[in-house]
């Protein structure tokens, strides 16, 4: 390879070589600027061995594109490989902050080891269901970012290095025929150092060489050479972790045994397990530093219902054990005396082995209804058992055998037993009911396949829409069917996956039926409440809401859409939208969109540092774009335009480039002042209107923020003439600031009701 220096100011391809930032044995990288798409990117010249051997750059192709595919933010994104004038490189996301290895000069605190650790085991879960091996985890392949988050760097890169076997590059030997070594030598498995396969299990291994690292301040395995490094790999055992550092506890080392056991089939199973572990540690530690006195059950009677365990062979049926786990919810809510932890809050429990008393705490519950369901054919059996949290005790437990078409009674007979054991009940005398609404099971498995699908927003919408339309098809009077049938489509005008001239009449139409068909259904007046706001029918929406909290006051999307759609975005009522908020969060404290509609509520309130305060609750709760965006939208109410934007980035990317954050991220950049990168946000939202449906108000927020006020006006005129739901954002959403300048967009605020 020609000297580094004289690559700087040269265009490679369609990428301008702006300085050197880093080299290795696996090549130089560059920071470059991609010139088409005006962002800066790391750029990664390769070995010329590769460029030179046919079988390796194919090989090299083939597994970097596979890396491409990965897209988890804690994942090194790969834009682009190629060749130009003989140079072979890759060009991969330009990140700010330093590697793992650079701050590994002494042990580190526990709480960042953990907090690392499981942004690795994600990334690696992510990578191994896209059937991606790292092979090569170690500190100098872990990014920190500025904002403290991981991102596992070459994924598909260490598979092509120079296999040659002197003593001293054994250090960083990587192969990929079949007997040879491959991997960096302090952090290989012993399959690894052997030649032998490997798979997942490897990369966990090398993980705990890491992990182990990160908190002794030293490798798990010593040697003077490479041979007896090799020796140490495939023969010691480790020093416990609890020697070198008495004050760490026994589960960190249990875990540490499970990653560096040689037998590959004694280590975690996956990534996502070792991931549950070391959550379930760092929420103990948690625990245990509070006072002694957060482990009092709280007064009154109170309950958390877990989902249940779905033990059918059949992965579908794992809709119907979460529906029938928030049916016993919604029947045991009815009761006025009874303390019932909300759904979203439960269901960060699933999937995780925590200790009750940790869930009693969290949840401010004494007991918790925990069980199975097995589906077979039309052969049922459910599981139940209430346990008392302070001590373990079962208070009370229950085997159901019975047919499907008995669910209904099933159900109301757990809620019923629960009511009798923790002596409360109705006003009058009366039990806690289901309300089932339909004696069609097919349509009331397919009605609980959506509202779990709609739970997970994007493109899960869609599939939604088609279990609730399938629903109402088979049972027509089933009214809860149709408020999920109208919620499902609200929402796939709102993010844009149909057009609103099709999508908000129907939504519209399925909601009136739902309150026809049952007025008494807080769903449907909320679903009704969204279709009158997508309509810019903005007092009938506010009633409806009204009435949907009459009916529910704890009803989570109401609180939340209320809050934020109406108070915060049509009305510019604050102070009111962030009471609002803070009562979603009081009911369902552990939700994180519930947070995030807080932070949102701070955010366009003025109030940037506790925006960010509940925005990082919010992505602590669930990882999710929703959770990035509402912190974006908080570094930006803060000025921090520079974290807004690094925030934004993963949230485009969790996303799968959203418009919703494709809009977002242009007005951060705009406000942060970068206009060329600004344009090619833009340009990108043009392309992909003239292949399909994009929104309208976010082409105009785009074209607004790219300083193309004459083509932002004309969105926001499309926008109004198709009645694009997110027009109504238009007073008060900050990213529209640029727009309200314009007195041809106030124009439309006029005609809408909205001054």
């Known amino acids: ?9 040269q265009n490679i391809s369609h990428y301008r070589i702006l300085e050197k930032v880093g080299g290795g044995g696996m090549g130089v990288v560059y920071k470059a600027e991609d010139t088409r798409l005006r962002r800066f990117v790391a750029l990664k ?19 970097a594109q596979a890396a491409s595919a990965l897209n988890h933010p804690n994942i090194c994104t790969i834009y682009d490989i190629g060749e130009s004038d003989g140079k072979t490189f890759i060009a991969m996301e330009f990140l700010q902050g330093t590697t793992l290895k650079h701050i590994m000069d002494k042990p580190l605190d526990l709480d960042q080891v953990l907090e690392i650790g499981i942004e690795i085991a994600d990334a690696l879960t992510a990578a191994h269901a896209g059937h991606v091996i790292h092979r090569d985890i170690k500190p100098a392949n872990i990014f920190l970012t500025e904002l403290g988050h991981a991102k596992v760097l070459d994924f598909g890169l260490a598979k092509i290095a120079d296999p040659a076997r002197t003593e001293a590059e054994l250090a960083t030997i990587t192969l990929t025929q079949s007997g040879t070594v491959m991997g960096t030598l302090p952090y290989m498995s012993p399959e690894q150092v052997q030649g032998r396969g490997s798979d997942h299990r490897t990369d966990i291994f090398s993980l705990g060489v890491v992990i182990y690292e990160m908190v002794a301040g030293q490798r798990p395995f010593q040697g003077e050479t490479a041979a007896e490094l090799m020796s140490s790999i495939l023969r010691d055992l480790p020093k416990p972790i609890t020697e070198l550092r ?11 045994g499970r990653c560096l056991s040689k037998d590959t089939n004694a280590r975690f199973a996956s990534a996502k397990e070792l991931r549950e572990a070391m959550d379930q ?55 006025e005396d009874l303390h019932v932890a909300a759904r979203t809050s439960a269901f960060s429990f699933k999937g995780k082995h925590v200790d009750l008393r940790v869930i009693g705490e969290r949840l401010n519950v004494s007991t918790v209804l925990e069980g199975s369901v097995r589906k077979s054919g039309n052969r049922l059996r459910i599981m139940a058992q209430l346990i008392n949290v302070a001590d373990g005790y079962h208070l ?35 039990q806690p009911s289901l309300r089932a609404g339909t004696d069609n099971l097919e349509a009331y498995q397919l009605y609980l396949k959506g509202r779990a699908l709609l739970y997970r927003r994007g493109q899960d919408i869609r599939r939604a829409a088609e279990c609730f339309e399938r629903a109402v098809a088979l049972a027509p009077d089933y009214a809860s069917a149709w408020a999920g049938h109208a919620d499902a489509l609200n929402m796939l005008a709102l993010y844009g996956f149909g057009r609103p001239e099709v999508t908000v009449p129907k939504g519209m139409e399925a909601a009136r039926r739902a309150v026809t068909l049952d007025p ?44 934020l759609f109406y108070l915060l975005w049509v009305m510019g009522r604050f102070e009111e939208s962030l009471n609002q908020a803070k009562k979603a969060v009081e009911c369902d404290p552990l939700s994180g969109y519930a947070n995030g509609m807080l932070a949102f509520s701070y955010a366009h309130g003025g109030k940037g540092a506790e925006a960010v305060a509940a925005a990082t609750v ?22 921090e335009f520079e974290k807004a934007a690094e925030v934004g980035e993963i949230a485009l990317a969790i996303s799968g480039r959203h418009v919703f954050a494709m809009s977002a991220l242009a007005t951060t950049l705009a406000d942060w002042g970068k206009v ?40 926001s005129q499309e926008a109004y003439q198709i009645r694009d739901p997110m027009l109504m954002t238009a007073r008060y959403w900050p990213d529209m600031e640029r727009l309200r300048t314009d007195p041809r967009f106030n124009e439309i605020l006029v005609r809408m009701g909205l001054k």
Request: hydrophobic fraction near 45%; include cysteine.
């Open 520 to 563: 008494s259904l807080a769903e449907a007046h909320c679903a009704l409440a969204c279709a009158h706001l997508f309509a810019w029918e903005w007092s009938e929406a506010e009633r409806e809401f009204l009435q949907a909290l009459e009916l529910n006051p704890r009803y989570l999307q109401a609180l939340a859409w209320y809050s």
């Open 246 to 256: 008495v004050e760490l506890p026994a589960a960190l080392q249990s875990i540490l």
């Open 281 to 335: 540690l760092r929420r103990q530690i948690a625990t245990d530093s509070g006072s002694a006195s957060s482990s009092i059950a709280p007064a009154g009677a109170s309950i958390a219902v877990l989902p249940f365990t779905n033990l059918s062979s059949d992965p579908e049926n794992e809709f119907f054990a979460d529906g029938i786990t928030e049916e016993i919810i919604n029947a045991l809510a009815q009761i």
């Open 618 to 639: 919010a992505v602590k709760l669930e990882e999710s774009y929703f959770g990035y965006w509402t912190l974006q939208a908080a570094y930006q109410a803060s000025g």
């Open 396 to 430: 009370w437990s229950e085997r159901y055998d019975r047919e499907l078409k008995d669910i209904f009674e099933v159900q109301d007979e757990i809620a019923r037993s629960i009511a009798d054991r923790l002596k409360v009940s109705l006003k009058g005398g009366q």
């Open 676 to 715: 060329a990168d600004v344009a090619a946000i833009y340009a990108e939202l043009i392309a992909r209107a003239a292949r399909g449906y994009v929104s309208p108000v976010h082409l105009a927020v785009a074209a607004s923020a790219a300083g193309e006020m004459e083509k932002a006006i004309a969105h």
């Open 45 to 63: 010249f390769l070995p010329d061995e590769v460029a030179q051997d046919s079988q390796a750059w194919a090989r090299f192709q083939r597994e």
């Open 1 to 9: 390879m020609a000297d580094s220096s004289s690559l700087i100011g």
